[in-house]
C-alpha cells in the first residue's frame, strides 16, 4: 500500500483546508518545493500535490511550481484545475506522473475514458470525493448526483484503473479515515482506490492495509501536525516485520 504524503498548494504555500473549505486554512510552509524534499529525504515514493488555486475555480495550473517539485525526483499525482484534456497534457509534460481528473471528469464521464486512451490508464485517477454519499465537485463546492460507486463504475467500464476516494466530511479534522466506504468503493468497482481525508493515527493506516483492497493512503495534516512521522507511517503501510 503506497502512502502518499499531500502537498496542497495555494497562492504558491503548502497549506491544509479543512473540510475543504477556504475560510479554514492552516499555512504550514512557504517553501513547496523543500517540503517535497523533506518528504523525499523521509522515504516517501510518490507525492500527492493539489493545486487548491485551480481546484477553487481560479485559472492557473501551478505549472511552475509542479516542475519544480517534480524536480525532487518522486512521481507526482497532480490534481486540482484541470479543466480539459490539454490541462492533463501540459501537466504530465510539466512533470506528473498522474493526472487527477474531478470536476471535468464528474460532469463529463466520457472524458475520462478519453483521457485512458490518449494519455494511458497509469497516468489516469479520477477523483470520487464525496459528502453525504454524493461526488462532491468545484474543489468541494458544490455535490453532484453521483455515488460514488455509481461513477466508479461508470468510470471502470471506460478503462481507468485508479480512483481517489476523499470524505469530505473528515477531510483535515483527523477524526480518522473512513476505511469502510473506501473499501468498499474498491470492492464495488474493481479500481485502485486510494483513501484520503481524515488520517488521524497509525491505525488508520493499519486498517486501511488490513482490508486488502485500499491501494494507497493521502497523509497531509496528521504529518503536517507531528500526529507521526512519515517513516512510521510507511512502516505502518508496509505491514508486521517492517
Given at each position: 500500500?503506497?502512502?502518499?504524503?499531500?502537498?496542497?498548494?495555494?497562492?504558491?504555500?503548502?497549506?491544509?483546508?479543512?473540510?475543504?473549505?477556504?475560510?479554514?486554512?492552516?499555512?504550514?510552509?512557504?517553501?513547496?518545493?523543500?517540503?517535497?524534499?523533506?518528504?523525499?529525504?523521509?522515504?516517501?515514493?510518490?507525492?500527492?500535490?493539489?493545486?487548491?488555486?485551480?481546484?477553487?475555480?481560479?485559472?492557473?495550473?501551478?505549472?511552475?511550481?509542479?516542475?519544480?517539485?517534480?524536480?525532487?525526483?518522486?512521481?507526482?499525482?497532480?490534481?486540482?484545475?484541470?479543466?480539459?484534456?490539454?490541462d492533463v497534457a501540459r501537466a504530465l509534460e510539466a512533470g506528473a506522473?498522474?493526472?487527477?481528473?474531478?470536476?471535468?471528469?464528474?460532469?463529463?464521464?466520457?472524458?475520462?475514458?478519453?483521457?485512458?486512451?490518449?494519455?494511458?490508464?497509469?497516468?489516469?485517477?479520477?477523483?470520487?470525493?464525496?459528502?453525504?454519499?454524493?461526488?462532491?465537485?468545484?474543489?468541494?463546492?458544490?455535490?453532484?448526483?453521483?455515488?460514488?460507486?455509481?461513477?466508479?463504475?461508470?468510470?471502470?467500464?471506460?478503462?481507468?484503473?485508479?480512483?481517489?476516494?476523499?470524505?469530505?466530511?473528515?477531510?483535515?479534522?483527523?477524526?480518522?479515515?473512513?476505511?469502510?466506504?473506501?473499501?468498499?468503493?474498491?470492492?464495488?468497482?474493481?479500481?485502485?482506490?486510494?483513501?484520503?481525508?481524515?488520517?488521524?493515527?497509525?491505525?488508520?493506516?493499519?486498517?486501511?492495509?488490513?482490508?486488502?483492497?485500499?491501494?494507497?493512503?493521502?497523509?497531509?495534516?496528521?504529518?503536517?501536525?507531528?500526529?507521526?512521522?512519515?517513516?512510521?507511517?510507511?512502516?505502518?503501510?508496509?505491514?508486521?516485520?517492517?
Amino acid at each position: 500500500m503506497i502512502v502518499y504524503p499531500a502537498i496542497d498548494l495555494r497562492r504558491g504555500r503548502v497549506v491544509r483546508l479543512r473540510y475543504g473549505d477556504p475560510a479554514q486554512e492552516t499555512v504550514h510552509s512557504d517553501d513547496p518545493v523543500a517540503t517535497a524534499e523533506r518528504w523525499r529525504a523521509a522515504g516517501a515514493r510518490w507525492l500527492h500535490v493539489v493545486n487548491l488555486d485551480g481546484a477553487l475555480g481560479e485559472s492557473t495550473l501551478a505549472l511552475d511550481t509542479l516542475r519544480a517539485i517534480a524536480a525532487v525526483g518522486l512521481p507526482v499525482q497532480f490534481g486540482g484545475g484541470l479543466r480539459a484534456l490539454d490541462d492533463v497534457a501540459r501537466a504530465l509534460e510539466a512533470g506528473a506522473a498522474r493526472a487527477v481528473l474531478g470536476t471535468l471528469a464528474v460532469q463529463q464521464p466520457d472524458v475520462a475514458g478519453e483521457a485512458v486512451r490518449r494519455f494511458g490508464p497509469e497516468a489516469i485517477t479520477v477523483a470520487l470525493d464525496a459528502r453525504d454519499d454524493q461526488v462532491a465537485t468545484h474543489g468541494w463546492q458544490q455535490v453532484s448526483t453521483w455515488t460514488p460507486a455509481d461513477l466508479g463504475q461508470r468510470f471502470a467500464a471506460l478503462g481507468v484503473i485508479h480512483a481517489l476516494y476523499t470524505d469530505v466530511s473528515r477531510d483535515g479534522d483527523l477524526s480518522g479515515v473512513n476505511v469502510e466506504s473506501t473499501a468498499r468503493l474498491a470492492r464495488d468497482t474493481g479500481l485502485s482506490v486510494i483513501a484520503s481525508g481524515g488520517v488521524a493515527a497509525l491505525d488508520d493506516i493499519r486498517r486501511c492495509r488490513a482490508t486488502g483492497v485500499i491501494a494507497g493512503v493521502v497523509i497531509g495534516k496528521a504529518l503536517y501536525s507531528g500526529a507521526f512521522s512519515l517513516e512510521d507511517a510507511l512502516r505502518a503501510a508496509e505491514g508486521p516485520g517492517a
